[in-house]
């Protein structure tokens, strides 16, 4: 069974830019979600995909934005880089139904540093 | 805007010890309930879920749920060096959908 993978792992932008974090979702599982985890904080819900819709959005502006695709891969873009963004990306995936207990299975993350 | 709350330590323990971990949440729609264990650099892991009231026990670790009063623990009996960490409380929809995380409570357990 492979598990959640994200790339790239590291990453450095100037303030502005445009980041597009990619995220493979662990096989069997249908939905993805995001978190921004600042240092010393705990994760921050971005937006959740279930069977390529948006299914639910945190408190985040509209330069954060995601896909979802058929395979259930995800990617999440940040328009307009702010030094704030700058954080530890995390990509989450799970499965849904009845059966499900609503376990996330958490990628190693993307760290991106906005200079 | 819905919120989980947590102390954010640090707390720490001697080894053996009982740590005693809470959490609250203010939706009162939340229908489940899950701890996360987080070593530093690494990602979350999941340790225990729980979706209605009382007690659920596994192993070292028993987490408890009071929906009345929207708060949730977890205890971990026999504390390790190994369980330093970072312990985050969770809530989610049905299912764990768009499930929303505390600030984490950092757990110090000296040898």
């Known amino acids: 069974e492979t598990g959640v993978t994200q790339s790239p792992t590291h990453l450095i932008k100037t303030r502005g830019q445009q980041v597009t974090l990619r995220c493979s979702s662990q096989?069997?599982?249908?939905?993805v979600s995001w978190y921004q985890q600042a240092l010393g904080q705990g994760p921050q819900f971005i937006f959740q995909?279930?069977?390529?819709?948006?299914?639910g959005r945190g408190n985040f502006p509209p330069r954060f934005s995601g896909l979802q695709f058929p395979n259930y891969s995800s990617e999440l873009n940040v328009n307009a880089l702010e030094l704030d963004d700058s954080a530890l990306y995390l990509c989450?995936?799970?499965?849904?139904?009845?059966?499900?207990?609503?376990?996330?299975?958490f990628g190693e993350g993307s760290r991106l540093t906005v200079l | 805007q819905k919120e989980v709350e947590q102390n954010s330590g640090p707390l720490s323990v001697p080894e053996g010890a009982i740590a005693s971990l809470n959490c609250t949440y203010s939706?009162?729609?939340?229908?489940?309930f899950f701890w996360y264990r987080q070593y530093s650099g690494k990602s979350p892991e999941l340790i225990m879920f729980?979706?209605?009231?009382g007690d659920k026990e596994d192993g070292r670790f028993t987490a408890q749920l009071n929906k009345a009063s929207q708060y949730v623990s977890l205890l971990i009996r026999d504390s390790q060096p190994s369980d330093s960490a970072t312990y985050l409380c969770?809530?989610?929809?049905?299912?764990?959908?768009?499930?929303?995380f505390g600030a984490g409570t950092r757990l110090f357990v000296k040898a």
């Open positions: 969770a809530s989610g929809d049905t299912g764990g959908f768009k499930t929303i």
């Open positions: 096989s069997g599982h249908n939905t």
């Open positions: 989450a995936s799970s499965s849904t139904g009845r059966r499900s207990t609503g376990e996330l299975f």
């Open positions: 939706d009162r729609g939340s229908q489940s």
């Open positions: 729980i979706y209605s009231n």
């Open positions: 995909y279930y069977r390529e819709e948006e299914n």
